[in-house]
């Protein structure tokens, strides 16, 4: 096939391109003729090279073609696997999954009740830090390889800014689990419903592999799965009894609670924020859309109309038709990198994509006064570098992204648990015995969360 698109293309630099455009615009048979040619050699093309990038996957790690060599997968392979779903195959799905996941955990009464005990959504300013906050943090562990120290750093702080809350038993242990389900089973619905192709086993095991990885680095205890702590047989395997246990976790759980509807309009409001007034409205249906009934139904909120449902399956149907026939792949400079790679001047790091609200947005000529500055502008919306330090212009550090009342706190812990996790998260295979688990980790935590005034 490869052979033949390279002829083809050989064919086309020698034509006489002049002539050939003078003869299209003449003639309407030929322009037709000209038109379905290049049509159909376009079709051809984009063919050829639609599945390329799996293929190349398929091929770099067939080492794991069969199940028996799934259980082998390293952390690190995961963790490169899934980064080409989300920096260069799917990153809209995955991103848009892993805030849902997100959102998601609010349908559960302990979680949200929490939430707002801590009064993190008391006002819009501190529910948009927070969104800003934990998807710097969940970026970093993700976007960064598992053993790098801005990974491990990432994990360690928010070791820290949980632990005081599950050594005291407001956080339960299920719902850490509940939440760690999540962010590992929504990408691959999101993929499934919104994409163009399904997720292959190799790029599922992956996603099974890491979460379980990562789940060890947090400490989350997989007990309450039947092959749980560690006796599953690989990647798949694990979500396949992850995804059982969080089905029967929403359906004992899941339930409409004041506190649910509270913390959903809150996030609804940052997730709607950016839109003009009069489309607000159909903002939350569209988003209501993505609800499945029991999650609608925890949160109080009404159905969508049956015009919302069929709008938005048309736009899915479309968007996916127009990806898989016609769209080529995302070429190597349209990469997705949410974050700088190195620290600035201030030892910090920056947001290059942001929602909304630009915290630890470098406010530089462009983000000030580039096209998409001027429509933010005239929509009444912050930029970088407004209000002082207000959105932090400077990046954000590692070790004191969270609440407010935590930044300049945690450190002595954040370094005790960040070396802890030099010794037990190499870029190992998670799924053999043999190595050693996280949840041997040994550590004092100092200044833990508990010892932190939420006023």
């Not at 002049?18 to 003729?33: H, M, N, P, Q």
């Not at 400079?333 to 290059?352: A, C, L, S």
């Amino acid at each position: 096939m490869d052979e033949q698109i390279a002829r083809i293309m050989v064919g086309l630099k020698q034509l006489p391109i002049r002539t050939l455009l003078l003869e299209f615009w003449r003639d309407s048979r030929k322009r037709r003729g000209l038109s379905a040619a290049l049509l159909a050699a376009y079709l051809l093309i984009q063919r050829s090279v639609r599945y390329r990038r799996l293929g190349r996957l398929q091929k770099v790690y067939r080492k794991y073609t069969t199940r028996e060599e799934m259980a082998s997968m390293t952390d690190h392979d995961a963790w490169e696997i899934q980064k080409q779903m989300l920096a260069m195959e799917f990153p809209s799905a995955t991103v848009k999954a892993l805030q849902f996941a997100l959102f998601r955990t609010y349908g559960i009464p302990t979680i949200s009740a929490l939430l707002l005990k801590t009064s993190q959504f008391s006002n819009p300013a501190t529910s948009f830090k927070r969104y800003a906050d934990t998807g710097a943090l969940i970026g970093q562990f993700m976007a960064f390889e598992p053993s790098s120290e801005r990974a491990q750093t990432a994990i360690a702080r928010t070791k820290f800014l949980h632990v005081g809350y599950r050594s005291s038993g407001k956080i339960l242990e299920s719902d850490m689990l509940y939440t760690l389900s999540l962010f590992a089973l929504e990408p691959i619905r999101f993929i499934d419903m919104f994409e163009w192709r399904s997720l292959s086993d190799l790029e599922q095991c992956a996603i099974g592999t890491y979460w379980k990885s990562l789940g060890d680095a947090l400490e989350i205890s997989l007990a309450d799965l039947p092959s749980g702590p560690n006796s599953f047989r690989d990647g798949l395997h694990f979500l396949d009894e992850l995804r059982a246990w969080s089905l029967k976790y929403e359906e004992d759980y899941m339930k409409p609670h004041p506190s649910n509807k509270e913390v959903a309009d809150k996030t609804m409001d940052v997730v709607v924020y950016s839109m003009p007034r009069f489309l607000k409205s159909a903002g939350v249906n569209f988003a209501s859309c993505v609800m499945d009934d029991r999650l609608r139904e925890s949160m109080m909120y009404e159905p969508p109309s049956a015009t919302y449902k069929t709008i938005f399956s048309s736009l899915i149907a479309l968007r996916k038709f127009y990806l898989r026939h016609l769209a080529l792949p995302r070429a190597n400079f349209q990469r997705i990198d949410v974050f700088t790679d190195k620290p600035n001047e201030y030892g910090r790091y920056y947001v290059k994509l942001y929602e909304a609200i630009p915290y630890y947005v470098k406010p530089t000529i462009w983000n000030r006064w580039g096209p998409a500055a001027w429509v933010t502008w005239a929509m009444g919306m912050p930029l970088p570098g407004d209000e002082d330090d207000k959105y932090y212009p400077r990046g954000f550090d590692l070790e004191d992204l969270g609440p407010k009342y935590f930044e300049g706190k945690g450190r002595k812990s954040v370094a005790a648990i960040r070396e802890q996790l030099k010794q037990e998260r190499r870029g190992q295979a998670p799924f053999i015995p043999e190595l050693p688990s996280a949840e041997d980790a040994k550590y004092e935590v100092v200044d833990g969360p508990e010892q932190v005034s939420e006023a």
